[in-house]
């Protein structure tokens, strides 16, 4: 099997390639249209500024649909994979088919992320190490206990999923989720609403998410957290990005309780803050990360972490950016350096 340092290279070749052209990964023939997207990583990181190691990221989106008529009704469907699912030697991160009806909706059914976490709000970051999804810096920091890596909600990709959403204004989306069909859990329900205005010089955007999860059987969406066993697990979750010129913004904060669970308590919360300025080819960003778990049971030990980025990219090209980044986990320094590759 390719490994994830070939894979990596492979697509950050294919960006590049892509990139001469950025034409060629959008294509209409007739009522049909096919689209291709993604981006690829490659840099270093320094624990402790000592021995370097390597990162490497990537994601390819592809997308085929199908137009009834000036986009009013639109069959789709959807494949993509990236790093997280080549990590866990899958090769599929989301597959599934959608139909949208212009100003009413869209219906997904396959296998896919949430309604409450693709309508949740992440934080700034314009560096490569991946803060707001299973971020990199604690699979090359370690982690000292059970980290709650993911700020919005996330009840993984690879159970089959019903997601409905709505859109009846370009102010307000709104969904409910519902899956089941696996070994992880008996059923799994949640919702997501996302509220935005940019109307005015000061431009924002709130999101709320709650999600209920029925006998969790050792699962877990986090890399760095074991598989939880309880009767039940409930999340909530709400997330604000206020932008006012090239300043942005972003609080984010979810809360993850388990009742009666077996073993290590995993549950806990995640909080985080930031804060991005753009100026021309140049972009800024500091975020901040607090995870504590084990803080809903008295009879287990708690821990909880700090994780601080400072992040800065140039963007070369439309296509092409390097980004630099300097932080903070368990209490250990790191300075990390990269370029990415995005067509």
Same mark, same amino acid.
Do not use: C
């Given at each position: 099997m390719i490994n994830k340092f070939n894979a990596v290279s492979i697509f950050s070749i294919l960006c590049a390639m892509a990139n001469t052209d950025a034409s060629a990964l959008s294509r209409d023939i007739g009522p049909f249209n096919l689209a291709v997207t993604g981006y690829g990583t490659a840099g270093i990181i320094e624990p402790n500024f000592e021995k370097p190691d390597f990162i490497g990221d990537f994601r390819v989106r592809g997308q085929l649909t199908y137009d009834f008529g000036n986009?009013?009704?639109?069959?789709?469907? #959807? *494949?993509?994979?990236d790093e997280d699912a080549v990590h866990e030697d899958n090769w599929v991160h989301d597959a599934f088919g959608f139909w949208q009806w212009r100003g009413v909706g869209r219906i997904e059914v396959g296998l896919t992320d949430s309604v409450a976490h693709k309508l949740g709000l992440g934080l700034p970051d314009v560096g490569g190490m991946r803060i707001?999804?299973?971020?990199?810096?604690?699979?090359?920091? +370690? &982690?000292?206990?059970?980290?709650?890596?993911?700020?919005?909600?996330?009840?993984?990709?690879?159970?089959?999923?019903?997601?409905?959403?709505?859109?009846?204004?370009?102010?307000?989306q709104y969904g409910i989720s519902v899956s089941g069909l696996n070994?992880? @859990?008996? *059923?799994?329900?949640?919702?997501?609403?996302?509220?935005?205005?940019?109307?005015?010089?000061?431009? *924002?955007?709130?999101?709320?998410?709650?999600?209920?999860?029925?006998?969790?059987?050792?699962?877990?969406?986090?890399? @760095?957290?074991?598989? &939880?066993?309880?009767?039940?697990?409930?999340?909530? *979750? &709400?997330?604000?990005?206020?932008?006012?010129?090239?300043?942005?913004?972003?609080?984010?904060?979810? #809360?993850? @309780?388990?009742?009666k669970p077996i073993g290590s308590a995993v549950d806990g919360i995640v909080a985080g803050a930031g804060l991005s300025y753009d100026l021309l080819n140049y972009t800024m960003s500091l975020s901040y990360l607090f995870s504590d778990t084990g803080i809903w049971h008295h009879d287990t030990e708690n821990y909880d972490d700090h994780t601080v980025v400072a992040s800065f990219r140039y963007k070369y090209s439309k296509f092409v950016d390097g980004?630099?980044?300097? +932080?903070?986990?368990?209490?250990?320094p790191f300075l990390a350096a990269g370029v990415r590759l995005t067509f």
């Open positions: 986009r009013e009704h639109m069959l789709g469907a #959807v *494949y993509m994979i707001n999804h299973d971020s990199l810096i604690y699979r090359k920091m +370690g &982690t000292g206990g059970a980290i709650i890596a993911n700020p919005e909600i996330t009840n993984g990709s690879d159970a089959l999923r019903v997601n409905l959403v709505a859109a009846t204004n370009s102010r307000v070994g992880d @859990y008996d *059923y799994e329900i949640d919702a997501g609403l996302k509220i935005k205005s940019s109307a005015n010089k000061t431009k *924002y955007a709130f999101s709320f998410g709650a999600s209920f999860m029925d006998n969790p059987d050792n699962f877990s969406t986090d890399e @760095y957290t074991p598989g &939880t066993t309880a009767d039940w697990r409930g999340q909530i *979750y &709400t997330g604000l990005n206020i932008q006012y010129n090239s300043w942005v913004f972003a609080l984010t904060g979810r #809360v993850v @309780y388990d009742e980004w630099t980044s300097i +932080g903070m986990s368990r209490g250990e």
